[in-house]
């Protein structure tokens, strides 16, 4: 078993997400680019991070705490002051993190994107942030990719992540469940 490299991950990155709110909160220093207010990000097991929307100038804060990837799951065009997802890309290549982008309209969950998050759930860059607007749709999105992958987590293991980071994916259950029971069985 891996030992668990997520607990100073977290404080840092805590740490710094709240330093960059209260330097946002009492403003630019005179003459002093202005912080990024940092976003909610929640924890899932293996090293994956969920949260709303995030910006360009936010990344910089999350991969100085060790974030390696981001897959943008929101559409673009959301809202006018939405950044593009050519945007962020640009932002995180800049930065040396990979970029994935998945998206999911409201009400939907496409293959696509499902495989898309599966794809960076599988790479080695670590930890992953999955974002859309809220967090709703990347914990959803991420739940069946989750639940798809061969050394996934349970389904119930799934579900109680996203419960965690304040989702829910109560209406996923039987679909989490048909998709664990489908995944192959390992060889030895």
């Known amino acids: 078993?891996?030992?668990r490299r997520s607990a100073p991950l977290v404080a840092g990155l805590v740490l710094a997400l709240g330093m960059a709110g209260s330097?946002?909160?009492r403003g630019p220093a005179e003459g002093a680019a202005a912080v990024a207010p940092a976003p909610v990000v929640h924890e899932l097991p293996g090293g994956v991070w969920l949260a709303g929307q995030v910006t360009p100038a936010q990344l910089q804060g999350l991969q100085a705490r060790g974030l390696a990837?981001?897959?943008a799951v929101r559409p673009d065009g959301e809202a006018a002051n939405q950044p593009s997802s050519a945007e962020m890309a640009r932002a995180a290549?800049?930065?040396?993190?990979?970029?994935?982008?998945?998206?999911v309209a409201p009400g939907t969950m496409p293959a696509d994107s499902?495989?898309?998050v599966g794809r960076a759930l599988a790479a080695p860059?670590?930890?992953v942030l999955v974002y859309c607007r809220s967090g709703h749709r990347a914990a959803r999105i991420w739940a069946l990719a989750e639940a798809s992958r061969p050394d996934g987590l349970v389904a119930a293991a799934i579900e109680a992540a996203v419960r965690s980071a304040g989702q829910s994916v109560d209406d996923l259950d039987v679909e989490l469940r048909s998709r664990v029971a489908a995944r192959p069985v390992p060889t030895h």
């Not at 800049?94 to 998945?102: I, R």
């Open 1 to 3: 078993m891996k030992p």
């Open 125 to 127: 860059a670590r930890p």
């Open 114 to 116: 499902v495989a898309v």
């Open 23 to 25: 330097a946002a909160a």
């Open 93 to 103: 290549h800049a930065l040396g993190m990979a970029f994935d982008y998945a998206p």
């Open 69 to 71: 990837a981001v897959v």
